[in-house]
């Protein structure tokens, strides 16, 4: 259990590095940098290369954005499985469901109670 | 009446005097090198207002207030407010002002505003025009990112050209009589675009227009360097200021040890977090209309060439693919 | 003369912290998993579904208390790669313009930063899975 948290810590540090990596060597915006790593996410859950890692990493794998990347590609595959052509349109967003609710959910609640404050 | 001389350079023949003036800044400036010169400090970014940019209206307007106290003079003397700041239509500037029942005239010179306000206002007092004007200008950290870049609790890293917009106010007093500094002669500036395209590097985009209009200013007065007691530029901060410098010999001049920059002398750059230093319009008017200002009474300068720099970018023609230019005022001030 | 002025990037030590935070939120991540996995005995979809959701809350609790922002300055990409900084970036604008109102501020704004990934991730995954159905169907 404690070698799974570390695999994690390990796989999720190096993904970041990546991140940082562009950040800081090119003239990427983070939103850019951002929709680079779903993409990329996308794309390797499709030709399930991404996989292996969610295998080893856990965590590691599916909380960075390439994860959730991933997590599209996997269920527009499922959807086409089960529903045929029609899954094209219906996998991505079923799979996502949870995290964009999620989102939307908890960032409408922390706009009513929480204030935005200057950094210290 | 004035004289042009040179290229650019109006030298008054009438002086505006500089009755009087005052700074309120946000807490981060008040924990500066230069807290005892302000005015009043802020409790919070929102200066007990509701919004970011009621408190910058606050702040400006508390500024105009306590400069009026300390010139002598009352709302009724003033002719005219030239005032703007770094917002979307000048909101901070003009709800600041809408029940003064003065005349006012709002001016967008991003962060250039406070000496393109003195500039113009010292040549309406020149030429009989106005009797007594309010210069001001204010800027406010919040109300700037939320507008030019993130919102406050968005989790970015800041680039280490960047700098920090100072939240503050500034305001000075001119008058056609009185005592105090006068101003005797402007440089008002070219905008000037050298295709930086960094938002996050705004030293390096005004730096050419900096120098440009220093350089203007000298030979046009057939000054040089060491005639000043302080060149001060407003907010090009710690890579924008070597830039200048830079840029300046290239020019055969040298700055030697008369450049100071409002942006460095606001914050201590080494303890302070704010990168290479601050900026906004409220930086250079604040610095200004206090610290400055004392210098003067304190006899310890006598002629100060005061240059507020401004970067005239638009997050819209940014994301356009466009460049910053950059644009700076110069005003002379002799004691 | 701007590239040869520029103070250089404390690169070493972004990447180091980058390492560090986004590897000790990815292993939050995990002992969430194994909770939900081992101690709340969920089977594995509903379980990382759950993880997503309870990151994703964490991610907008820390901003909401306005902490998150600190934690970015320090990790860079340590905290906006992994799914905390996609929460970050909507709780972020959600609460910055609550001032413009609920529908106009919060509502229209929220998606102002992390807009870019749901419109690309879910194209992405609609040319994906053409892909998918075309190869299928060749195969």
Known sequence: MVVDVMKAFLLGGCICIIGQLLVDLTKLTPARIMVIFVVTGVVLGLFGLYQPLVEWGGAGATVPLTGFGNLLAKGVIKEIEEQGFLGVFTGGVKSAAAGITAAVTFGYIMAIISKPRIKS | ?335 | ?139
């Not at chain 2, 239509?89 to 991003?110: E, I, K």
Request: glycine share 10%; proline share 3%; with cysteine.
């Open chain 2, 1 to 335: 009446m004035a004289n042009r001389l040179g290229q650019q350079t109006v030298v008054l023949d009438k002086p505006a005097i500089i009755l009087g003036g005052a700074g309120i800044v946000g807490k981060k400036e008040g924990d500066g090198p230069l807290a005892r010169y302000f005015d009043n400090v802020i409790d919070d970014e929102y200066a007990g207002e509701k919004t970011f940019e009621a408190a910058e209206s606050r702040i400006l307007m508390d500024a105009y207030v306590k400069a009026l106290e300390k010139s002598g003079k009352s709302p009724t003397d003033i002719n005219l407010i030239l005032s703007g700041d770094l917002l979307n239509q000048c909101t901070a500037a003009s709800y600041a002002f809408r029940d003064v029942n003065t005349p006012y005239m709002g001016l967008f010179g991003a962060c250039s505003t406070m000496t393109e306000s003195m500039a113009l206002a010292a040549m309406l007092i020149d030429g009989g025009s106005v009797d007594y004007a309010v210069c001001a200008a204010s800027s406010h950290f919040c109300s700037a990112e939320r507008q030019f870049r993130f919102p406050l609790e968005y989790g970015n890293q800041r680039t280490p050209t960047s700098q920090w917009t100072v939240t503050g106010a500034g305001a000075v007093i001119l008058g056609k009589d009185g005592q105090g500094p006068k101003i005797t002669a402007i440089t008002p500036g070219k905008i000037l675009d050298q295709g930086i395209k960094d938002s996050n590097n705004m030293g390096a985009a005004m730096a050419p227009a900096a120098c440009d209009t220093i350089t203007r200013h000298l030979m046009d007065t057939g000054r040089s360097v060491d005639e000043f007691d302080m060149i001060l530029t407003g907010d090009l901060g710690k890579f924008g200021s070597e830039m200048l410098r830079d840029l300046m010999r290239r020019n055969n001049f040298d700055l030697k040890n008369k450049h100071k920059d409002c942006g460095m002398l606001i914050f201590d750059l080494e303890t302070q977090d704010v990168d290479c230093g601050g900026s906004g319009c409220g930086c250079s008017a604040a610095v200004f209309s206090t610290y400055i200002l004392d210098m003067f009474r304190q006899g310890i300068v006598k002629r100060i060439l005061f240059i507020a720099t401004g970067a005239l970018l638009s997050p819209t023609r940014m994301q356009q693919g466009e460049t910053i230019p950059g644009i700076a005022h110069a005003v002379l001030v002799e004691a």
């Open chain 3, 1 to 139: 003369m701007v590239e040869q002025k520029a103070p250089g990037s404390q690169i070493i030590r972004n990447l180091l912290a980058a390492f560090i935070t986004g590897g000790a939120i990815c292993a939050v991540g995990q002992i969430v998993l194994i909770i939900f996995e081992q101690v709340l005995k969920a089977d594995k979809e509903t379980a990382a579904a759950s993880t997503s959701i309870v990151m994703i809350f964490l991610g907008a609790f820390l901003t909401g208390i306005n902490i998150y922002d600190n934690i970015a300055s320090f990790g860079g990409a340590g905290a906006s790669v992994p799914i905390t900084g996609f929460s970050n970036s909507i709780v972020s604008p959600a609460m910055e313009f609550k001032k413009e109102g609920y529908v106009m501020g919060v509502g229209a704004k929220m998606f102002l930063i992390a807009g870019p990934v749901l419109v690309y991730g879910i194209f992405a995954s609609v040319v994906a899975g053409l892909v998918y159905f075309i190869w299928k169907q060749v195969m």
